[in-house]
């Protein structure tokens, strides 16, 4: 029982982590109709400046954890919507209009250039920070295992909550939210409204990339070791999730993120940590054979 | 016609130019990016001073030897791409690679061309395709696993061990050497698992060592993984202890893991910098500020390994090397070396390490 409970707490604090990410993905191809496969490593991004504010900070002296983790995370949302802005203004908004492959292999080359201009300026070596929240509560004890939540999960937990809630009231209630969803439904009926397109994609970019850059900042603080490689597998996760949940879909996005956590989580402790990922993907295949447009996504419908 | 002729002729020169004037090219592969990028470094350091201190002393047969570096990233289609592109330059000698997976399909290449190989590589397969090209500085998993199998059932009886890995040929063939090990002598493994190397959250694994009441973690794998886990288990209030192989020799484990890594142990062959015969070469990094830690020194000894075959043979083809190389013995800074049939080390001596505040060294006994 006990057991289940923290495998529960682990996987509900994975999931959010990728649920953070994932929206980032959904976001931009309900808007623009293409993966961004960079946005994983905009997510790493975040992590490299998450640890350089907390290196700073403890070396200016700052030791009050809650300051310092709020400074971090108003610097890393502000630098990484700034790369969320120049990667789209870079290699996506000359493309479009082209065919719908060539924004993908821009991204793709986005995403190598990422990777490597952090593994050239700040070294391939992993980069770790002292443990910053240590502790957390004992919940359950049975059969002798005791599960804990530990103050961190609390927190990212809790953050992920805030966020979503404070998101969700941008997008539907909000005239940036309004038109984005315009932008959604239709690009050019929405320019004709006088509505500027590519200011509301460029938005929608770095609103992507702030909650990927708190998910950077709270995946620093709880693991504590980051290198210039995590995007890629975290990003990967985050996609599938976003898949899962039907991509397009806000609400499926976050969904998907919490039960791949929890699929990870469970998988591993009852069955095998070896084949964790093969139960992910194979419950993503069989998802999309009976619902191909996800969990919450809905098919697009051709009228005609 | 005319042309054609001029042609041919230079290109005849440029084969025996090729043969008679160039320089020696060495070459030395292993992941110079990638997550483990650290390991290559150091073997790039070995092998850059290890060349410079050769080339001053008169180089190779009374030629100099030039250093040739490969990226692999520790992935198998890389390091075969490597591999082509190192045959393609005409090198003579590879220290290389470093992960077993790449040494692997790489060496096959190698035997290829007839190109002489000296690896750190521990997968016993490595060894065990009978290619005669491929020689091995460090020693086995299987003896890595036998002494760091043994040490765990004598010093931590009644406890419970679990085996874990990270399905790469390295981590896979050490752990699987351990839990043989370990069953040798009677100590049955209570858990037997495998990660997913690269990711970020292992409090899945965490949790259910914890619940299985496991407090010492036989670990085939890299060290990046290591801290990680020691972190997660310190958060979730579980006591691990940790025993790993020669990848665990890496400083990154400390800075990652914190006060946590003085629960890893490792088997590693005997300190290179406790050979009082390397003192020298020892100060001489130290003053160039590189810590000889690691793969260092062993980069070090490849490259005087084959610049003694070489002049042993008095020739760099590959077959005199080859017939030097299995006969004779040779004087490095790792100590004496002489191999086997297979190509094996003769006397790797592994032994138990313990990280201590920030350094290794010898276990207490």
């Known amino acids: 029982m006990a057991l289940a409970l923290q495998q529960l707490i682990n996987g509900l604090t994975l999931g959010a982590v990728y649920g953070l990410i994932a929206i980032g993905y959904t976001m931009v191809y309900g808007i623009i109709g293409m993966i961004n496969f960079a946005h994983g490593d905009i997510y790493m991004v975040s992590a490299f400046i998450a640890v350089t504010g907390f290196t700073l900070l403890t070396a200016f002296g700052v030791t009050s954890v809650p300051f310092a983790l709020l400074v971090v995370l108003i610097v890393a949302v502000l630098f990484t919507s700034v790369y969320g802005w120049a990667v789209e203004r870079l290699a996506y908004r000359p493309l479009r209009g082209s065919t719908r492959l060539a924004p993908l292999i821009s991204a793709i080359g986005m995403s190598i250039f990422l990777q490597n201009m952090v593994q050239l300026t700040q070294g391939a070596r992993v980069k770790p920070i002292p443990p910053m929240i240590t502790g957390g509560i004992d919940v359950l004890t049975t059969d002798g295992f005791t599960a804990r939540l530990s103050y961190s999960q609390i927190l990212i937990v809790l953050v992920t909550v805030a966020l979503l809630a404070a998101f969700t009231w941008l997008i539907t209630r909000t005239s940036f939210g309004r038109q984005q969803r315009a932008c959604e439904q239709d690009r050019t009926m929405t320019a004709l409204l006088g509505i500027d397109v590519d200011r509301t994609i460029s938005l929608t970019f770095m609103l992507g990339a702030s909650l990927a850059a708190v998910a950077g900042v709270m995946v620093t603080m709880y693991y504590g070791v980051v290198d210039f490689y995590i995007g890629f597998v975290a990003g990967i996760k985050a996609f599938t999730a976003a898949v899962l949940g039907g991509i397009g879909s806000l609400p499926g996005a976050m969904l998907g993120g919490l039960i791949i956590g929890l699929i990870e989580a469970f998988w591993s402790n009852y069955l095998s940590a070896e084949y964790k990922d093969v139960a992910t993907f194979s419950i993503l295949i069989l998802v999309l054979m009976f619902r191909p447009s996800g969990l919450l996504g809905r098919p697009e419908v051709e009228k005609v | ?365």
Not at chain 2, 36 to 57: F, L, P, T, V, W
Not at chain 2, 117 to 124: D, G, H
Not at chain 2, 174 to 184: C, F
């Open chain 2, 1 to 365: 016609m005319g042309k054609k002729i001029l042609l041919a002729g230079i290109g005849a020169l440029a084969m025996f130019g090729g043969q008679a004037y160039a320089d020696h090219l060495v070459a030395i592969a292993g992941p110079m990016t990638g997550q483990y990028a650290s390991a290559g470094d150091q073997i790039r350091k070995g092998a850059e001073m290890a060349i410079a201190d050769i080339n001053a002393k008169g180089g190779v047969l009374g030629q100099k030897l030039v250093l040739e570096v490969g990226d692999d990233a520790c992935d198998p289609k890389q390091a075969v791409s490597v591999a082509n592109t190192m045959v393609n330059k005409k090198i003579v000698f590879m220290h290389g690679h470093w992960c077993s997976s790449s040494t692997i399909p790489a060496s096959d290449v190698y035997n290829e061309s007839q190109i002489l190989m000296a690896t750190v590589s521990t997968n016993p397969k490595v060894t065990e395709r009978g290619l005669k090209n491929i020689f091995r500085i460090m020693g086995r998993d299987d003896q890595q696993g036998l002494v760091a199998g043994g040490y765990l059932a004598d010093t931590f009886k009644g406890k419970k061990i679990a085996v874990v890995d990270d399905k790469s040929a390295y981590g896979k063939g050490l752990a699987d050497e351990m839990a043989k090990a370990l069953q040798g002598k009677g100590v049955k493994p209570a858990l037997r698992e495998s990660i997913t190397a690269g990711e970020k959250d292992y409090s899945g694994l965490v949790s259910k060592l914890k619940s299985a009441g496991v407090e010492v973690m036989a670990y085939g794998g890299y060290h990046t993984e290591v801290a990680l886990i020691l972190r997660q288990a310190q958060q979730a209030g579980l006591k691990l202890t940790v025993m790993g192989g020669d990848t665990m020799t890496n400083t990154e484990l400390v800075t990652a893991a914190g006060p946590a890594a003085d629960n890893v142990l490792f088997t590693f062959s005997p300190d290179p910098r406790k050979n009082p015969a390397a003192a020298d070469i020892v100060k001489k990094f130290r003053d160039a500020k590189v810590e000889p830690e690691g793969y260092v020194m062993y980069a070090y000894a490849a490259m005087q390994l084959f610049a003694q075959a070489a002049e042993q043979a008095k020739s760099v083809k590959y077959g005199d090397l080859e017939k030097a190389m299995r006969g004779g013995s040779f004087d490095t800074v790792i100590g004496k070396l002489s191999f086997d049939a297979k190509g094996d080390n003769k006397l790797p001596g592994f032994m138990v390490y313990q990280w201590m505040g920030g350094k290794y060294d010898y276990v207490a006994k």
